[in-house]
């Protein structure tokens, strides 16, 4: 007995309902791995600046490090896959070398006694496979130091950090790495204390503890009085003129 189209038609629909049916099957969820070398993102306000260290932080893991995984002379990216990048909320100077606010790779070349650190406008690179030395904007030498104890894992972190200056330390195996970064706070400060002061409100607080009153408004003659004169970094009091008050916060 033939088969009518229309029953043809029926048997074909569903052949290829339960096609799609199989295919469209959810996929069974990926499993996670712990990372070789764990991504870390490390923060850190410095005055009135925002600093970022985006990096991943390889283990000795019973091996050579400096001079072996990590040759010494040669271009390193300064931790584990990606190239570590460090962003500037404000321009900021390291070891006295001019750095524009922005985001760049963090190169380095380690060697013995001392290392090249490298501050690179390309920071969207894998290692340092592509590195282009036509794009660093400053680099420098430091001493490497040697450490009593090993560090296990690649470590950056921040210390010592004033109102307009930080250490950031490279520390890893038996070795240690010092950056000193420093921040204009006074060009950033001195508008807002103005603007504070120019307003005959309130009051602000200053880097060390210092409050700053809003100034007087009037004098015997009919003049207004204060204004700001200088800020200096570190905690000192703000100079005012004519009757603008400041005080140690307690």
Partial sequence: MKASPLSSLLIVA????????????????????????????????????????????????????????????????TGANAATKITFSTPVKLNDHAVAAGTYALFTIPDQDAWTIIINKDASQWGAYKY??????????VPAAQLSEQIETFMIEFDHVRDDSAVMYLLWDQVAVQIK????????????????MASGQGQTLLPGGVVLLRPRLGSAQGE????CRHYQPGGALCGVSQGGNSRQAG
């Fill in 14 to 77: 569903g052949s290829l309902l339960l096609a799609a049916n199989l295919t469209a099957q959810p996929a069974p969820p990926a499993a996670e791995f712990p990372a070789a070398s764990p991504a870390c993102t490390l923060k850190q306000r410095v005055g009135l600046t925002d600093i970022e260290v985006v990096y991943s932080r390889p283990g000795i893991k019973n091996r050579e490090i400096f001079g072996g995984l990590v040759p010494y002379g040669q271009v390193w990216r």
């Fill in 132 to 141: 282009d030395e036509k794009n660093d904007v400053v680099r420098f030498k």
């Fill in 181 to 196: 970064i420093e921040v204009d706070v006074a060009s950033k400060l001195v508008p807002q204390i103005e603007a504070v």
């Fill in 224 to 227: 207004p009085m204060g204004g």
